[in-house]
């Protein structure tokens, strides 16, 4: 299985991640999407990035086989933002 990795880095030129995906010129069904996500997670921790904590992102599209690897997320810079939620309680203010 050929897989294309792609490195994230910061503002810094520190790499904080990688974009791991694949793709086998047709569509895939749901569990082949799971199966090979898990092996590119394994690679991800096995491999990238032994030994570190890591947050992983999948792709929700059925027909895109990827993960995200975030390492070290709660170093990266943020924002803190409030979202108000609408509800009919709040609509009707």
Known sequence: MKVSIKKLYNGKGQETGSILSTSFGGPTNLQEKVNI???LI???HDSLYPGEGLNIFS???ED??????IRDIDKLPFTVITIEVLTEETANR
């Open 64 to 69: 895109t086989t990827a993960v995200i690897i």
């Open 37 to 39: 996500e898990n092996i």
């Open 42 to 44: 394994h690679h991800g």
């Open 59 to 61: 792709e929700h599209n």
